[in-house]
């Protein structure tokens, strides 16, 4: 069975430091994986997704994940936070049924950042 | 473009009651998806729909919940019989061709 481990579940930065957000997943073939973000009162946004190809995966407001199929992790970084990352995010990993994406989520790591 | 709606965004009913949460996904898309957020759970899938085919009730937590999905558009999740426990966050997402996941704002249910 598929299964995601985010091992924080709380990480405090501070603003313009760099930020390392830790993904392991458990999948028997390659997987779809995914980190969205959730911000106080609203949905969850995608931030990057990985399918195949390049392992370094860009994704929006300047974050990047990069794939370690030996690790099996899929960890998302960001080089400078800003007030504005302070949210809760999530990784999921994703398995392709019949057209349907069926996501497992992780449990979340809440990012909190310092003045 | 209008994204995944619900409603109503809350919902606070009382225990024993039944309650219907709605989900409009984004036109053209043809799964549809509902999860539960809850504190104790994290994010749990629930089921999907997908175009014709069966729908993937494996994760239901029990029989007290359903749901449809009507002219393979709208979608309505009922839970009848409601318990403290299913007091929780339950969001819609929806997606083309099993790429990428649309989420809703949710609906933020309470039972008294």
């Known amino acids: 069975a598929q299964s995601v481990t985010q091992p924080d579940i709380h990480i405090t930065v501070s603003e313009g430091a760099s930020l390392e957000l830790r993904c392991n997943y458990s999948y028997g073939a390659t997987p779809y994986l995914f980190w969205y973000v959730q911000s106080p009162g609203q949905g969850l946004q995608l931030l990057l997704k990985y399918f195949s190809g390049d392992t370094l995966v860009q994704g929006i407001k300047g974050f990047e994940a990069e794939f370690k199929r030996s690790q099996s992790s899929f960890n998302l970084r960001k080089p400078s936070v800003h007030w504005s990352d302070a949210a809760e995010y999530f990784c999921?990993?994703?398995?392709?049924?019949?057209?349907?994406?069926?996501?497992?989520f992780g449990q979340g790591t809440r990012l909190t950042i310092n003045p | 473009g209008a994204g995944v709606s619900q409603s109503p965004s809350n919902k606070v009913t009382e225990k024993g009651k039944d309650v219907e949460l709605r989900c409009d996904p984004i036109s053209g898309h043809t799964a549809l998806y509902w999860y539960r957020q809850s504190l104790g759970q994290g994010l749990e899938f629930l089921i999907y729909f997908q175009g014709n085919s069966a729908p993937d009730k494996s994760g239901l937590p029990s029989d007290r919940f359903s749901a449809e999905r009507t002219g393979g558009s709208v979608s309505t999740l009922t839970i009848q019989r409601t318990q403290q426990e299913d007091s929780a966050v339950y969001l819609c997402?929806?997606?083309?061709?099993?790429?990428?996941?649309?989420f809703g704002p949710g609906t933020r249910l309470t039972v008294l």
């Open positions: 999921a990993v994703g398995s392709l049924i019949q057209g349907a994406q069926k996501l497992v």
């Open positions: 997402a929806s997606s083309p061709s099993g790429t990428r996941v649309f």
